[in-house]
T-cell receptor, first 108, second 114 residues
Framework: KNEVEQSPQNLTAQEGEFITINCSYS?????LHWLQQHPGGGIVSLFM???GKKKHGRLIATINIQEKHSSLHITASHPRDSAVYIC??????????FGTGTRLQVFP | EAQVTQNPRYLITVTGKKLTVTCSQN?????MSWYRQDPGLGLRQIYY???????DKGDVPEGYKVSRKEKRNFPLILESPSPNQTSLYFC?????????????FGNGTRLTVT
């Protein structure tokens, strides 16, 4: 079993839908990162959080430390949100464990 | 513009022919790292560096070398590439002494070893 699990692996949505991507981890962490990888391959850091909730535009990330679970929500999804979303658990200062990603496709 | 620059974007080579993938950041970041990304496995750390002249192995260091002679540059060297090193490679950097700060990634290098 992977130490960081994401679900679903693939997700298809219609434009405007509310989207949730889940990340569960089995290790102790100091922070949880959410990353976005576009079809061209580049990776962008979306959030880094160690408790509670963060919001940036239409994106919201939450984390429940006790349940070892984090979610990434996208409100009013748009085709340009189509990408692979990756969560990464920071287990110590020099080590991240990455999930295998959730591929999201949003259709007009 | 603050960025991490990797070159080349695409590279096709043959087994055993030494190659270097360059990585440079202009943000004065102390911490830099190399990852490889393979289908179904996610990103895995190859090597990382916490400062100039300080490098350490990650999870999959075999077959790779790195150097950190200057703060801005962190090249990845494959002395004798093999087909199992065919992968998508990313360089990343971070400001602080821990990874408790946002990661900045390069655009990736897709390497094919035949």
């Amino acid at each position: 079993k992977n130490e960081v699990e994401q679900s679903p692996q693939n997700l298809t949505a219609q434009e405007g839908e509310f989207i949730t991507i889940n990340c569960s981890y089995s290790v102790g962490i100091s922070a949880l990162h959410w990353l976005q990888q576009h079809p061209g391959g580049g990776i962008v850091s979306l959030f880094m959080l160690s408790s509670g909730k963060k919001k940036h535009g239409r994106l919201i990330a939450t984390i429940n430390i006790q349940e070892k679970h984090s979610s990434l929500h996208i409100t009013a999804s748009h085709p340009r949100d189509s990408a692979v979303y990756i969560c990464a658990a920071q287990v110590r200062s020099d080590k991240l464990i990455f999930g295998t990603g959730t591929r999201l496709q949003v259709f007009p | 513009e603050a960025q991490v620059t990797q070159n080349p974007r695409y590279l096709i080579t043959v087994t055993g022919k030494k190659l270097t993938v360059t990585c440079s950041q202009n943000m004065n970041h102390e911490y830099m790292s190399w990852y490889r990304q393979d289908p179904g496995l996610g990103l895995r750390q190859i090597y990382y560096s916490m400062n100039v002249e300080v490098t350490d192995k990650g999870d999959v260091p075999e077959g790779y070398k790195v150097s950190r002679k200057e703060k801005r540059n962190f090249p990845l060297i494959l002395e004798s590439p093999s087909p199992n090193q065919t992968s998508l490679y990313f360089c990343a950097s971070s400001l602080e002494r821990t990874w408790n700060s946002p990661l900045h990634f390069g655009n990736g290098t897709r390497l094919t070893v035949t």
